[in-house]
């Protein structure tokens, strides 16, 4: 295919560009995205390249615009950034968007270059493009697939509508140290829940069809255990043993793979003592030896360069050598491949195939994402779409159903509507940017509504509603205190919103402390004095240390960071339109000096005994969490019976079928997630003591029973045995299923090499 037949390919008006986003209507029929003809095409463009084009195409620039560009008044450094995309040394963009904007990127990139190639624009669209969803780990609290893969749904459809073909999302590294600010991000502590949550995702983002409208291309990240940094610092060295690497930080991304992920991103960190961005184990014997993947990897935010300062490379060159062989196909931020690995295939060090086949990989994604055939955007769609009134009250529900009711001693919630006053303190009630929270860059401030917004909104003016900020989220002045005080003494209820600010969480915001700042529990504690009833709600991006108010606020939800609709779900719950069934995803310390602490652990030698000294333990407080994972309560009460097995006795081939009733035994319709839990007893490697294996949420009117039913495969029971193979050994099993990882009823069986 000749340059001028590929431009003619690629060249479109907007005004022709027409796509309904909900019915995904088939308008691919005359795109060439099938996969025989995608790798034809892909091999006659490789074939014109040069390799200054070749490269251009493995490097990712941030720059550029969003709303109110105007293509006739570009700017100095605009006009650079068009003359690298015309000149074929930038294949993709990052940080860019706004339809118009890259509107104008794309026709330079297919009408003015010599070979038309498309530009592929990414973006951290984390959470939601300007309706923001709950943080990742609030969402997974919801313990619900089905709330993630909407919520992807829309915010690619939002992204799409602006221009964006590709996500930095989803974030899949698994974390147990909640000092780790990206902990935000993930979903939690456990490889089963982050798995299903990985897939949900993606499938969200992507769809069915790379090239439907209203899809976009998803990016598994941080390819591996970027979670599990030392101390719970950003950036950090990594090191743990291989077995863990495959059974704890693996498996969400080989089931983003197996659910078709287009893209992974290598983290910062090493592993080890090799970095992930430059570890051939990691990035090409297991992830595309072993697993198959076809797609690209593209570096985290100059991670090539970084080498350098791992001391693993010794200048830019031997970096972007070491991470182009390693697997790594697409640099992102600094430019060591454009810049040096030209001379590299010249004097021999890097191979002409090892170029070629990450090029290959980047232009197959673009082919698979119509960009070639339909590189434009419909700017009229772009402001019909986003922000729409449909995409918020999905926002609302998924963000109503990542709440978590921690504590509700005397049935203090839901609160009455008739109350004839409340007094709401706290100075996280009334911020916008935190409710909308970390990794939030394209949504807007005035677009969220607050929980002093949301509550003022459900009541009606019979109920006097007095807010009062109280103090800074941090900081040493009890200026606001007497203010508080007065407020709570005159009101019949005070809602109290204290936690961690939007800045206190996600990318290079650890923290060394879990607990609520020291004036905020200082004003928790004034007003606790007041003998008012008090409830809490917790707003957070991480597990917090939240001892004393466990012990002392009857009444607690955990609120997280909900986005631009928190206000109004944290209303329907507060007010019981909606009864709470989140579940924590991850656990929640007495204190900083337990972690880690998963639940998911080894067992020792000596576990705690009341009474016995020489035992695993602490001198000054309990070994067990403040809240454990899987930890949830709801405005109804719930009961698990009648735990039955296909079989007491099983080959390990076989799949085993579990099946519990749940039923409600309270007098409000509420949700409980049913969690299965196993424990291989005796193996040729020591076991977790407790590893989920299976969840539903389920909706059960008062007096209902429902019966859930688990499937336990050969995927669910096996293990990586000592020499490191996949493999479901015979021996006994426990198995739990109940609301959380300590409780439920209890059963067993046997897996049995035995054929009779």
């Known amino acids: 295919m000749t340059g001028t037949a590929l431009r003619k390919t690629a060249t479109f008006t907007v005004a022709a560009l027409a796509y309904c986003v909900f019915s995904i209507a088939p308008v691919q029929a005359e795109l060439k995205t099938d996969s025989s003809m995608i790798e034809s095409r892909v091999e006659k463009l490789l074939a014109q390249?040069?390799?200054?084009e070749k490269l251009g195409q493995l490097t990712q620039q941030s720059g550029g615009h969003s709303q109110g560009f105007n293509p006739g008044d570009t700017t100095p450094e605009q006009k650079a950034l068009f003359d690298r995309v015309r000149s074929g040394e930038i294949g993709s963009f990052l940080n860019t968007h706004g339809a118009v904007y890259i509107n104008e990127v794309q026709r330079i990139a297919t009408e003015e270059s010599r070979l038309g190639i498309p530009v592929i624009f990414g973006n951290d669209?984390?959470?939601?493009?300007?309706?923001?969803?709950?943080?990742?780990?609030?969402?997974?609290?919801?313990?619900?697939?089905?709330?993630?893969?909407?919520s992807a749904r829309v915010a690619a459809i939002e992204a799409y509508a602006a221009g964006i073909n590709w996500t930095f999302a989803p974030m899949i590294d698994i974390a147990r140290d909640p000092r780790w600010g990206r902990i935000a991000e993930g979903a939690g502590e456990d490889p089963y829940l982050g798995a299903k949550f990985a897939v949900a995702r993606v499938k969200g983002f992507q769809g069915g069809n790379l090239?439907?409208?209203?899809?976009?291309?998803?990016?598994?990240?941080?390819?591996?255990?970027?979670?599990?940094?030392?101390?719970?610092?950003?950036?950090?060295?990594?090191?743990?043993?291989?077995?863990?690497?495959?059974?704890?930080?693996?498996?969400?991304?080989?089931?983003?793979?197996?659910?078709?992920?287009?893209?992974?991103?290598?983290?910062?960190?090493?592993?080890?003592?090799?970095?992930?961005?430059?570890?051939r184990f990691t990035l090409t014997d297991v992830l595309r030896g072993e697993w198959g993947f076809k797609g690209f990897v593209v570096s985290d935010w100059t991670s090539v360069k970084e080498l350098i300062r791992h001391g693993y490379a010794a200048d830019e060159a031997d970096a972007g050598e070491k991470a182009i062989y390693a697997g790594v196909d697409m640099e992102m931020a600094s430019t060591c491949y454009r810049d040096h690995l030209a001379n590299a295939v010249k004097e021999g060090r890097i191979s002409q195939e090892v170029i070629d086949e990450a090029v290959r990989r980047v232009l197959r994604v673009k082919f698979q994402l119509g960009l070639f055939d339909n590189p434009y955007r419909d700017v009229k769609k772009e402001k019909e779409l986003v922000f729409?009134?449909?995409?918020?009250?999905?926002?609302?529900?998924?963000a109503r159903h990542s709440i978590v009711l921690l504590k509700n001693e005397g049935n203090l919630l839901p609160l009455s509507d008739k109350l004839s006053s409340l007094a709401i303190v706290g100075p996280l009630a009334?911020?916008?940017?935190?409710?909308?929270?970390?990794?939030?860059?394209?949504?807007?401030?005035?677009?969220?509504?607050?929980?002093?917004?949301?509550?003022?909104?459900?009541?009606?003016?019979?109920?006097?509603?007095?807010?009062?900020?109280?103090?800074?989220?941090?900081?040493?002045?009890?200026?606001?205190?007497?203010?508080?005080?007065?407020?709570?003494?005159?009101?019949?209820?005070?809602?109290?919103?204290?936690?961690?600010?939007?800045?206190?969480?996600?990318?290079?915001?650890?923290?060394?402390?879990?607990?609520?700042?020291?004036?905020q529990r200082e004003l928790l504690k004034t007003l606790h004095a007041t003998g008012k009833p008090i409830i809490v709600l917790l707003m957070t991006g991480r597990p917090l240390s939240i001892n004393w108010t466990a012990e002392n606020i009857p009444a607690i939800l955990n609120v997280w960071h909900l986005g631009t609709e928190m206000g109004l779900a944290t209303a329907d719950v507060l007010f019981g339109d909606f009864n709470p069934g989140g579940k924590?995803?991850?656990?929640?310390?007495?204190?900083?000096?337990?972690?880690?602490?998963?639940?998911?652990?080894?067992?020792t030698g000596r576990p705690p005994v009341e009474g016995d000294f020489f035992r695993s333990r602490y001198l000054d407080l309990p070994s067990s969490p403040l809240y454990p994972f899987g930890f949830g309560l709801s405005y109804?009460?719930?009961?698990?019976?009648?735990?039955?097995?296909?079989?007491?006795?099983i080959r390990p081939a076989d799949t085993l079928i579990v099946t519990v009733n749940v039923k409600n035994t309270g007098k409000r319709k509420g949700d409980e997630v049913a969690q299965l839990y196993i424990r291989d007893l005796v193996a040729s490697v020591t076991r977790p003591v407790r590893e989920l294996k299976g969840f539903e949420r389920i909706t059960l009117d008062p007096g209902e029973t429902k019966t859930v039913t688990f499937k336990l495969s050969p995927k669910e029971l096996g293990f990586y045995n000592q020499q490191m193979k996949f493999a479901v050994e015979p021996g006994k099993f426990k198995i739990w299923v109940g609301p959380n990882s300590v409780e439920g009823v209890e059963g067993s069986f046997e897996v049995t090499d035995n054929q009779h």
């Not at 394209?442 to 509550?455: C, H, K, M, P, Q």
């Open 388 to 398: 729409c009134q449909e995409h918020r009250n999905i926002a609302r529900d998924v």
């Open 125 to 150: 669209v984390i959470h939601g493009y300007r309706t923001t969803f709950p943080i990742p780990l609030a969402e997974s609290a919801s313990w619900s697939p089905i709330m993630a893969e909407k």
């Open 636 to 649: 109804t009460t719930f009961e698990f019976g009648n735990l039955k097995l296909s079989s007491e006795t």
């Open 584 to 603: 924590l995803p991850a656990t929640f310390p007495r204190t900083v000096g337990q972690i880690p602490i998963h639940y998911n652990h080894k067992n």
């Open 49 to 52: 390249m040069t390799i200054e």
């Open 430 to 519: 009334d911020t916008p940017r935190d409710a909308l929270g970390m990794w939030s860059p394209t949504s807007r401030n005035e677009d969220a509504v607050t929980i002093l917004a949301g509550i003022k909104k459900r009541l009606s003016e019979k109920t006097k509603v007095t807010y009062v900020k109280g103090c800074e989220v941090q900081g040493g002045s009890t200026d606001g205190f007497a203010e508080a005080v007065q407020a709570a003494k005159n009101s019949e209820v005070t809602v109290v919103v204290v936690g961690e600010s939007e800045g206190m969480n996600g990318e290079a915001r650890c923290r060394s402390s879990l607990d609520i700042p020291e004036i």
């Open 211 to 279: 090239a439907d409208a209203g899809t976009i291309a998803a990016c598994a990240k941080h390819y591996v255990a970027y979670g599990a940094a030392e101390g719970g610092r950003d950036y950090n060295t990594v090191d743990i043993s291989l077995r863990t690497l495959r059974e704890i930080h693996m498996p969400p991304f080989e089931a983003a793979v197996e659910a078709g992920v287009a893209t992974l991103m290598s983290a910062f960190n090493e592993i080890n003592g090799i970095p992930a961005s430059a570890n």
